[in-house]
Every structure is written in structure tokens, then in C-alpha cells.
């Protein structure tokens, strides 16, 4: 089995530079002891033949393919959480976080339950947890614009302090302008220090 795996990890097409477009994607997994996982992941558009989801085995093949590493564990995420402050439109932004692993072997079956469109260029930055679900619920106080060579991020405070004032301010006198910029290394390393505020992170990449 080992093998077979090996062979449909290192032999499935690399992806091409993706557009954006693609999919959440909720199944339900069988395991070959009688356990249910439900789980999600995310997939781009040209990888799904939404006319083949209900032939059997096409579920199975198709995420093992995609989500199985070079140590044949299956990776996915259990939940699938809104944060409704993103957009000035009324329309949530869903992310996918509680990553979860389990050997590909001990799969015996995949079923997609739910296909949800979804922009692949933009994501939640920031780390976070179950429990940061709590005041990310409550509307941002503040939000600061900025951004590197390649990516632009929408920071949503949710809770201010001098600390992080002092933090902001240092990124907001960050100014590139250009590809590559040295100021990269600067601004990525200032970034990362938001993961000790009650801040959000929404990254939006040309590629």
C-alpha cells in the first residue's frame, strides 16, 4: 500500500500557478476500523471533476492523491469557521483551521459531501485557535492596511494596547514599492510579532 501511495504522490501533475480560483471542499472519511472523520480542505478548480464526485471511488482517489505527504499521513482541517468582519459587504470570509492527520492507509473510504467556492489567494495570515473564535466574533476596533513586494494585508484589531499601537506604527513606516524589496525580511518579521494581539490577519497574494 505503502508504495502505491509513493508512486500516486510523486507521479500526480504539480500544480500550475494557480488563479484564485478554487474550492472548500467537506467530505466524510471512513476509516478501516469503523470510525467517521469529517474534515475539510481546500482544492483549486481544475482539480475537481464536479460530474465524477458521485462514481465510486472517485472521492477516495482523488483527496489521497492530493493530501497525502511523503510520510502517507492524510492531512485535513475539522473545522470551517466564518469571520464576518473581512468584507464591507455582508458576506462572511471562511477559513479552514484544527489541522488533523491520519495515516492514508487506514482509509477505506471518502465521500465529498459539500463543494463551497473560495478565493485560494487570500487567507488568514495570523496564527490562531478554537478559542480566539470568541473575540473574533466581536466586531474590529480598528483596521490598518499594508503590504511586501507580492501580498497585500488587511490587519483587524479586535482589541488595542500601547504595545501594539507601537508594533503598527513600526509597520506602517515600512514603504515598498518595489519586487523583492530588501524591506521584506523587515516587514515579515514585524508581521509575525501580531501573533501575541487580539488582531486578524488577511493576506491577499498575486500568486
Not at 484564485?20 to 466524510?28: A, R
Not at 478501516?32 to 460530474?51: A, L, Q, R
Not at 467556492?117 to 495570523?126: A, F, R, V, Y
Request: net charge negative.
Amino acid at each position: 500500500m505503502k508504495k502505491l501511495l509513493f508512486l500516486i504522490i510523486f507521479l500526480f501533475p504539480l500544480l500550475a500557478i494557480a488563479d484564485g480560483e478554487g474550492y472548500q471542499v467537506q467530505f466524510t472519511l471512513e476509516t478501516s476500523t469503523g470510525e467517521y472523520h469529517n474534515g475539510f480542505v481546500e482544492m483549486e478548480d481544475f482539480e475537481i471533476d464536479k460530474d465524477s464526485i458521485n462514481k465510486p471511488g472517485y472521492s477516495l482517489t482523488l483527496l489521497i492523491q492530493r493530501f497525502t505527504d511523503i510520510n502517507y499521513n492524510f492531512t485535513y482541517y475539522k473545522q470551517r469557521i466564518a469571520y464576518n468582519y473581512y468584507n464591507t459587504i455582508d458576506e462572511p470570509f471562511y477559513y479552514l483551521m484544527d489541522k488533523s492527520v491520519i495515516p492514508s492507509d487506514s482509509i477505506k473510504s471518502i465521500q465529498i459531501k459539500n463543494i463551497f467556492n473560495s478565493d485560494l489567494l487570500t487567507s488568514i495570515k495570523n496564527e490562531i485557535s478554537l478559542k480566539d473564535t470568541v473575540w473574533m466574533s466581536q466586531e474590529p476596533v480598528d483596521r490598518i492596511s499594508t503590504n511586501n513586494s507580492h501580498c497585500v494585508f488587511s490587519i483587524l484589531v479586535h482589541e488595542k494596547s500601547k504595545a501594539l499601537n507601537k508594533l503598527l506604527k513600526q509597520i506602517g513606516e515600512i514603504n515598498i514599492l518595489e519586487e523583492e524589496s530588501p524591506l521584506d525580511k523587515k516587514h515579515a518579521q514585524l508581521m509575525e510579532k501580531l501573533n501575541a494581539f487580539k488582531v486578524i490577519v488577511i493576506e491577499s497574494c498575486a500568486y
